[in-house]
């Protein structure tokens, strides 16, 4: 096995066996991430939201900890491989060394996890994502901070139809993340008669011709991203180089300055999709919160950042209703019994038979300067 050890203290390269490490100890907690850190087009986002998240752990950590624990996040980079995640999230569940999965980063990673981590109870705490998988009304692995991609999707095909635009084109990833959500647009469509263009590519390593030939030849009105960060980006780039007008859509997953940087100019009037509230508003609670944060630790405030924000502060408070009896069972039922919990103006819920946290959703628009405006 391959990993990067606890993020913020060392970045220790592991292989091989290993002796087993407690997740709870009388003086420290620890929680694990398994995502990309080392390679593929996901690198920035992620460690984006990683900051973030550690920021406010370091100053929960520097305030004394959570009933005596100080908290420290593992990181397992999965190279953005699926047999990666699997390898991975079993090896140290199989050591019984996992009180939870924190912040996964994709809809193939958190397939693995899901797999892994089911069976033995343990909990997954604020997935960056939002596949349909994790919103079955009968799971209770998942303890999701944002709304699905599916209700993104489906607000954001809403507004163009409301425009009279009705020729969708979707760029998509061919993997559990793009797949299901292509089917999802078809069938929002299909009652009023339309049929949408596709165009599949690989996640890791895009290959864009087939896509920008067939969109440059059939002219549709949008263009919906369903892909990551780096092949949105591009495409958007490459596509207006050869003349493309279309209206370009994309979800939450590529609301990340990462994005919007490799966008450069092409970026004007691209519409992102976004599941948290404006992260540099100077009205919304959880947003100056946020900032504050941000100024201290010198990071950027993010979409992708406030995310993982809200996971770590959703994660603490887990932690105080547990109090000093810290297991699998008792975290989940601390994170059961957060019906309402408020973070200002933002409210994240969840009960016996809801794990889904927040159905908020919606659109912004990347301006000439760069920057998202709602």
Do not use: W
């Amino acid at each position: 096995m391959k990993s990067i050890a606890v993020f913020g203290v060392a970045f220790a390269f592991c292989f091989g066996a290993q002796a087993q490490t407690p997740a709870v100890t009388p003086t420290k907690v620890r929680i694990h991430h398994v995502g990309v850190l080392s390679k593929g087009p996901l690198v920035p986002t992620n460690k984006e939201a990683l900051a973030s998240a550690q920021a406010y752990l370091d100053q929960v950590n520097r305030e004394g900890g959570v009933a005596g624990r100080q908290i420290e996040m593992v990181l397992l980079d999965d190279q953005q491989e699926p047999t990666l995640a699997d390898t991975l999230s079993r090896e140290v569940v199989e050591r019984d060394e996992v009180l939870a999965f924190f912040l996964p980063r994709t809809s193939p990673t958190n397939q693995m996890l899901l797999k892994n981590a089911a069976p033995v109870g343990i909990p997954i705490i604020a997935p960056q994502v939002g596949p349909n998988f994790m919103y079955a009304p009968d799971q209770r692995t998942f303890f999701t901070v944002r709304a699905s991609y599916e209700a993104e999707l489906v607000r954001a095909i809403d507004l163009q139809l409301k425009f009279d635009r009705k020729k969708f084109a979707f760029l998509t990833s061919n993997d559990s993340y793009g797949n299901p959500l292509l089917e999802a647009a078809t069938k929002k469509l299909a009652p009023l008669g339309l049929t949408p263009i596709a165009e599949k590519v690989d996640n890791r390593a895009a290959e864009l011709g087939p896509g920008l030939a067939s969109f440059l030849d059939k002219k549709p009105d949008v263009i919906v991203l369903l892909c990551s960060a780096i092949c949105a980006s591009d495409f958007v780039k490459q596509y207006k180089q050869r003349g493309g007008v279309a209206q370009f859509i994309t979800l939450s997953n590529n609301s990340s300055n990462s994005f919007v940087k490799g966008l450069g100019p092409a970026g004007r009037g691209v519409i992102v999709m976004q599941v948290m509230p404006l992260p540099t508003s100077r009205v919304v609670k959880l947003s100056k919160d946020y900032q504050a944060l941000c100024a201290e630790a010198k990071l950027a405030p993010s979409y992708n950042g406030l995310v993982a924000y809200v996971g770590a502060r959703v994660f603490v408070e887990a932690l105080r209703r547990a109090g000093k009896n810290l297991n699998r069972e008792t975290l989940k039922t601390a994170l059961t019994s957060m019906t309402k919990f408020g973070l200002g103006d933002f409210v994240i819920s969840y009960g016996p038979n809801d794990r889904s946290g927040s159905e908020f959703v919606e659109e912004t628009i990347i301006s000439r300067e760069g920057i998202f405006l709602r």
